[in-house]
């Protein structure tokens, strides 16, 4: 059949669409930062899953094992000044980190989201109250706030989720200011009106017609939202404010540092910590970059 014989549904069964598997596929071959962040983000998520299955976590904690030894085959990253096995401690401490980075960048970004499509879609004194509250708390200093309030805890009181409250605590207002500026534009858009003319309630627009194109922007709030909190719990522990007992890697750099580890020699107690942070922020940069751009047409790149 030649082409001046094939009628359009012909030529649309010829031509398929590619899935969208393959498109998300295609798009990080594309995006080198983005694939080497997720590759980076798999090996740590390994390396805590892997080590957890068949390292003592007791061993994370003072007491544990013999003082100062250097890296060796029986301590692979060494012992620290209070006894611990840095192995146990990397792998504990990654997992806690990472814990509060999901906890409180997810909080963040669902009270972002539920504030932002509230203010923009529904409108009114609503949106003027959510928006003004939003613009007299961005400028305030988010590590004051979090100093403040760590400084202001019994330490006895201060756990993993505690810490992670603490940094979620105005985690929500980034996200609520970027969703809301979403959906005013999207509510505007020829379908939300043809789903209004339909009949449709506004919980089926905001869930079936909007939301899921902001899912992309979502995705991205929320890394946004975990570098951020991974940063705030990492600056908080190196201070001093955090679980002081907790392997949290900056829990460890504070301990290291206070014990003065590079003029002792044990050069290996603080670089360990320092080495997963800087990989875990990095990773996360490329992660929220890439998903930035995928959300973003205007700064995507063309193939």
Same mark, same amino acid.
């Given at each position: 059949?030649?082409?001046?014989?094939?009628?359009?549904?012909?030529?649309?069964?010829?031509?398929?669409?590619?899935?969208?598997?393959?498109?998300?596929?295609?798009?990080?071959?594309?995006?080198?930062?983005?694939?080497?962040?997720?590759?980076?983000?798999?090996?740590?998520?390994?390396?805590?899953?892997?080590?957890?299955?068949?390292?003592?976590?007791?061993?994370?904690?003072?007491?544990?094992?013999?003082?100062?030894?250097?890296?060796?085959?029986?301590?692979?990253?060494?012992?620290?000044?209070?006894?611990?096995?840095?192995?146990?401690?990397?792998?504990?401490?990654?997992?806690?980190? /990472?814990?509060?980075?999901?906890?409180?960048? +997810?909080? !963040?970004? *669902?009270?972002?989201?539920? %504030? @932002?499509? =509230?203010?923009?879609?529904?409108?009114?004194?609503?949106?003027?109250?959510?928006?003004?509250?939003?613009?007299?708390?961005?400028?305030?200093?988010?590590?004051?706030?979090?100093?403040?309030?760590?400084?202001?805890?019994?330490?006895?009181?201060?756990?993993?989720?505690?810490?992670?409250?603490?940094?979620?605590?105005?985690?929500?207002?980034?996200?609520?200011?970027?969703?809301?500026?979403?959906?005013?534009?999207?509510?505007?858009?020829?379908?939300?009106?043809?789903?209004?003319?339909?009949?449709?309630?506004?919980?089926?627009?905001?869930?079936?017609?909007?939301?899921?194109?902001?899912?992309?922007?979502?995705?991205?709030?929320?890394?946004?939202?975990?570098?951020?909190?991974?940063? /705030?719990?990492?600056?908080?522990?190196?201070? +001093?404010? !955090?679980? *002081?007992?907790?392997?949290? %890697? @900056?829990? =460890?750099?504070?301990?290291?540092?206070?014990?003065?580890?590079?003029?002792?020699?044990?050069?290996?107690?603080?670089?360990?910590?320092?080495?997963?942070?800087?990989?875990?922020?990095?990773?996360?940069?490329?992660?929220?970059?890439?998903?930035?751009?995928?959300?973003?047409?205007?700064?995507?790149?063309?193939?």
């Amino acid at each position: 059949m030649t082409l001046a014989n094939m009628t359009p549904t012909s030529v649309a069964g010829t031509i398929s669409r590619p899935s969208r598997r393959t498109l998300t596929l295609r798009y990080i071959r594309r995006n080198k930062g983005l694939a080497i962040g997720l590759a980076i983000l798999v090996v740590l998520a390994l390396f805590t899953i892997i080590g957890l299955l068949v390292i003592d976590p007791k061993k994370a904690y003072p007491l544990s094992a013999a003082l100062k030894q250097p890296p060796s085959l029986k301590y692979p990253f060494g012992t620290d000044f209070f006894g611990r096995d840095l192995l146990a401690a990397m792998v504990v401490g990654t997992w806690q980190t /990472a814990f509060i980075g999901v906890l409180a960048g +997810g909080i !963040g970004t *669902l009270v972002g989201v539920v %504030l @932002g499509f =509230i203010a923009a879609y529904f409108g009114g004194w609503i949106d003027a109250g959510i928006r003004t509250i939003c613009q007299i708390l961005t400028p305030i200093p988010v590590l004051l706030i979090q100093v403040v309030v760590a400084g202001s805890l019994d330490k006895r009181d201060v756990t993993i989720v505690t810490m992670a409250m603490i940094v979620a605590m105005l985690a929500w207002m980034g996200p609520t200011l970027v969703i809301r500026a979403q959906v005013l534009t999207m509510k505007e858009r020829q379908f939300v009106a043809v789903a209004k003319l339909s009949g449709v309630s506004d919980m089926g627009i905001i869930f079936k017609e909007i939301l899921p194109n902001l899912l992309p922007f979502i995705a991205a709030a929320f890394v946004g939202q975990v570098f951020g909190a991974v940063f /705030a719990s990492f600056y908080l522990a190196v201070l +001093g404010l !955090g679980p *002081l007992r907790e392997p949290l %890697l @900056g829990n =460890i750099i504070w301990a290291a540092q206070s014990q003065g580890a590079f003029f002792n020699g044990w050069w290996w107690w603080p670089l360990e910590p320092a080495f997963a942070m800087i990989l875990i922020l990095g990773a996360l940069a490329l992660v929220n970059m890439g998903l930035d751009e995928l959300a973003n047409p205007r700064v995507r790149k063309t193939e």
